[in-house]
């Protein structure tokens, strides 16, 4: 078993070019059914209602945070309110010396004469237009004085006033029908055409009962003869804005607190009238709209801008005709065409960026480009552009790209990972899965600081000499299973095996390499060797009960530089290192039979690995094919097992060999035999020391020369 799989399943950090196929027609399918869906559901009549209710919401948004139009001051409301109802703050003697407060103290409804009274003092004052937003569809009941002091009033100042008619919608016939309600006839002739000081001062909310949209003129029938201007238009007259055409016409409005109500019962009131209105000139040259602004009315209307009077809602319909603020919406088809790019476009997103946190900041990034823009639109092109459909087009197509990528990415990395977990810990594959760049980085060929272990068992060739193929296969798979198991389970990564023989690799897939991810690597290995030994025990008992052989085996670890990399043909590639620290480790396991131990590392892992095992030294040597001498140590156990009788003896014998004191040495080595360290590398030392001493050498280094591999 070998690497050389591994690039077959990923050989590049990019997909293949089907796969690129596969993703970009998925991409666009889903970009195309979203499209079709949203721009389905404006038509449907179950979706279409919610959708352009929450349309309105984000154009009202636009409206009362965008542009509005300018106050008109040239514009002044008057208010039948709450004050003028009830005269609570006129005094007495005011009353006394007014007609029309005696008038209005007799209660609502008002008599007629009070407008009239009205109509003079506001024309004396200089208004340009008097705007009553009020109905009198029918005679005063038993006060005809009343209804001709009102249209004696209208007649003298037939050029300057303006009186409102309602537009009655009723159900006639299965039909709704429009008809209007003029003034009675005591008040105006009912004349074909219509007398040109009526004016119809009715609204007609959307669905969710806010309005947002005038007409500007109404026909009785199809005869030009028989329309009717609204109170703005028919205040306007010819100028700029009067002239818009029947339908309705989406305008901007003001701001919701311009055009506050002055208190009508004020105007009869000398001194307030003469200091606070006339002087100023608060009404001279404007045009005066006259309506209820009374809590108990009721007369208010929901606009995008809050809720406001109707006498106010006239005022700001007549300011926005005025400034030309009226604004267009945009056609059906601009909508539809706008869905279906921004799915395509949320598509291609996705499709060629291929970073989906990037991806996903942008898509939300266009959301809110996508409210800019139709603001922008508002503000200045006086264009009501519908984004709430584009923008879901846009985010629903990004989102189920984004899914789309995110399901085949798992399914890569899934596929990747059934892959490399036969090579690598599950620890491993997952670093591998988080930072593939790093592993393909690796596959060209780059320098690791990396652990290295060899293990191999011992006289295995032998045996299978004298056992049947089968039992030693099984036998084998058994013990390769269980090493790979432990190797695993400790972050290593099995490079490969050589019959009996693995090499497992700590550190092959990291970058940088400090101290700290050494150290954990070396005592990784370590663990991973006192596993091995424990687990083969475990194996060797089950074998010896069915009669199969024991096994021994030797193990070598060392930690320094390596190549590493894929290596071989274009007919047979494996991943693997290279280089002086891998060949070390493979002669370190080899020395463990001349030792008589099963576990040898090299000075490099001593070094990291002290503090958490018991070593023994072994010896310094020159291994075979090699000039320099390093330590090698045995490795008895980890920190938490007490060491055994007769170390410190032992590692006072090897201080004094290499010192040359082979004297001391012997009786040191003795000393450990007879506490109980009595083993095959004890025996090793106390007959190197009986030979030197026999044999004194003529120099002395402490270095002792392997002559077999």
């Not at 103290?105 to 024309?123: F, N, S, T």
């Not at 199969?548 to 047979?572: D, E, F, R, T, Y």
Request: hydrophobic residues 45%; contains cysteine.
């Amino acid at each position: 078993m070998n690497c050389s799989k591994i690039p077959v399943f990923v050989k590049s950090p990019s997909s293949s070019p089907s796969q690129t196929a596969q993703r970009g027609f998925a991409l666009l399918s889903v970009a195309l059914l979203v499209a079709l869906a949203l721009a389905a559901a404006r038509e449907w009549s179950w979706t279409a209602a919610p959708l352009r209710q929450m349309e309105w919401r984000m154009e009202d948004y636009c409206h009362l945070s965008g542009r509005l139009t300018p106050v008109d001051p040239e514009i002044v409301v008057i208010g039948i309110d709450d004050a003028s109802l009830s005269l609570e703050s006129a005094f007495p003697e005011d009353v006394q010396a007014s007609r029309p407060l005696q008038l209005i103290e007799k209660g609502w409804i008002w008599p007629r004469e009070v407008y009239a009274h009205l109509l003079d003092c506001l024309i004396e004052a200089g208004a340009a237009k008097v705007v009553l937003d009020l109905m009198f569809a029918t005679p005063t009941p038993d006060h005809p004085e009343y209804d001709e002091a009102l249209r004696a009033a209208l007649d003298r100042h037939r050029d300057k006033v303006v009186i409102g008619a309602d537009i009655e919608t009723r159900l006639l016939r299965g039909s709704m029908v429009e008809n209007l309600v003029s003034p009675a006839e005591v008040l105006l002739p009912a004349t074909r055409p219509l007398d040109p000081r009526i004016g119809f001062l009715t609204y007609w909310p959307d669905g969710d009962n806010v309005v947002r949209r005038v007409r500007t003129e109404f026909g009785l029938t199809d005869d030009v003869a028989d329309r009717v201007p609204s109170l703005p238009a028919r205040v306007l007259g010819d100028r700029q804005g009067a002239a818009l055409g029947p339908g309705f016409h989406l305008i901007r409005f003001g701001d919701p607190g311009a055009y506050a109500p002055m208190s009508l019962h004020e105007v009869f009131v000398p001194d307030i009238w003469e200091s606070n209105y006339v002087k100023p000139g608060i009404i001279a040259g404007k045009t005066v709209f006259v309506g209820p602004t009374a809590r108990h009315f009721q007369d208010t209307v929901i606009t995008p801008v809050g809720e406001l009077f109707g006498v106010q809602v006239h005022a700001q319909v007549c300011a926005a005709l005025r400034a030309g603020q009226v604004l267009q919406e945009a056609p059906p088809r601009w909508v539809q065409w706008a869905i279906a790019a921004a799915a395509l476009a949320a598509s291609l997103l996705v499709m060629l960026l291929k970073r989906p946190l990037l991806a996903l900041v942008l898509l939300v990034a266009g959301s809110f480009g996508g409210l800019w823009f139709q603001r922008h639109a508002f503000d200045v092109w006086n264009l009501v552009l519908p984004m709430l459909t584009p923008l879901l087009a846009w985010n629903a197509t990004g989102i189920f790209a984004l899914g789309w990528d995110f399901v085949l990415e798992r399914r890569q990395k899934e596929k990747l990972r059934r892959a490399i977990t036969r090579y690598f810990s599950p620890d491993m594959a997952e670093e591998i899965l988080r930072k593939p760049d790093s592993y393909f980085r690796t596959l060209g060929g780059v320098h690791r600081e990396i652990t290295v272990l060899f293990s191999d068992l011992r006289g295995f060739t032998s045996l299978s000499e004298k056992h049947p193929p089968d039992q030693l296969v099984r036998q084998l798979n058994q013990y390769l299973e269980r090493m790979v198991e432990i190797t695993f389970g400790r972050k290593g990564s099995i490079d490969k095996f050589i019959g009996d023989a693995i090499m497992a690799v700590w550190g092959r897939i990291r970058d940088e390499a400090d101290d700290k991810a050494l150290t954990e690597d070396a005592c990784l290995a370590v663990e991973t060797a006192l596993k091995m030994r424990e687990g083969l025990a475990e194996l060797n008992q089950v074998w010896e009960r069915e009669g199969s052989p024991a096994l021994a085996i030797g193990i070598g670890i060392h930690q320094g530089g390596a190549i590493v990399g894929n290596m071989g043909s274009p007919a047979k590639m494996e991943f693997t290192a290279i280089g002086d620290s891998v060949n070390l480790s493979a002669r370190l396991e080899s020395a463990t039979k001349q030792y008589g131990v099963d576990i040898i590392v090299s000075h490099s892992v001593w070094e990291k690995a002290e503090a958490q095992f018991v070593f023994r030294s072994a010896d310094l040597v020159v291994v075979k094919g090699k000039e320099v001498p390093i330590h090698v140590h045995a490795v008895l156990s980890s920190s938490a097992v007490p060491p055994p009788p007769g170390l410190a003896d032992y590692e006072s014998g090897i201080t004094a060999f290499r010192a040359g004191d082979f004297a001391l040495a012997l009786r040191a080595f003795k000393s450990a035999r007879m506490a109980g360290l009595d083993d095959e590398l004890t025996s090793l030392y106390l007959h190197r020391c009986e030979t030197l001493i026999a044999n004194p050498p003529q120099s002395w280094n402490g270095v002792w020369v392997l002559k077999e591999k």
